[in-house]
């Protein structure tokens, strides 16, 4: 059965939705199906950041209110049917779902991919607990500065006491000359900060934000191009979800071409 992944943190701007998109396009490139359900009903972003903007006819409010199937709300992500998406409405006017409705539509996904990607919002909301409730793990996205981690450190004991047991956490947008410098928390600070345990970290990146523009994500398209410390941070972070123990910068010093990291399926 797949594993929902429940990408989230309580802090707005944190990165949730570009974590989330390249989580998925890294775990899809290493052979695996998976799903994106965009959670965010207040924001819906992940659509734009997957260049689906003009391509998605039902959303996930349609499957939960029963108006179409989860197979009709999918849209497959490039040319496969094995990495699909299913957005957030465009316009939520506060409809509630019952339980058991989310349960259905998770319980329909596991059987069809290995790894089922939430992006969510920043508030809990109805929705975002139903959510969160499918989880079997959650992903929690920081900022590197000392006011994100603490959000996240509230946000795992909200998730802790709702039942979530797998928590980790992953350092979006971390600039190491700053932490260096003193004037950024370092990654020792960081962990002796936080008590959730540390998947990954995710190096600053102009070009991270100008992909997303883009509507770029990791190993999609040309794997002959050299891949972006972004991207090996993202590889590092996916074979750790996988069950890979792997160091925490592995790799980002030596970058290769994109088909020449193990496991990455050549197209």
Known sequence: MGRVIFV???KGGVGKTTVSANIAATLHALGNKVA????????????????????TLFDCSDVLADRCSVTAALTD???????????????????????????????????????????SCAEMTD???????????????????????????KTATRLAAMGVKDLSLVVNGYRENMALKGKLPTIADIINRSSVRLLGVVPYSEKLQASQEAAEIAFMGNLRKKATPCEGAF???????????????????????RSAYDGIIKK
């Open 235 to 257: 590889y590092n972070i996916a074979l750790r979800l996988c069950g890979n123990r792997v160091k925490l910068f592995d790799g980002l010093d030596q970058l290769k071409r």
């Open 127 to 153: 929705y975002y607990l139903s959510f969160a409730a499918q989880a079997d793990e959650a992903v929690i996205v920081t900022l590197h500065q000392s006011t994100s981690v603490r959000a996240a450190e």
């Open 36 to 55: 994106v359900v965009d959670g965010d009903f207040g924001m819906r972003c992940m659509d734009m950041v997957l260049g689906l903007e003009s391509q």
């Open 8 to 10: 989230t943190g309580f």
């Open 77 to 119: 992500i490039g040319e496969k049917s094995d990495f699909a998406f299913i957005p957030a409405p465009m316009n939520h006017n506060g409809d509630k779902y019952p339980k058991t409705a989310y349960a259905a539509l998770f319980a329909e996904l596991r059987e069809d991919f290995d790894y089922i990607i939430v992006d």
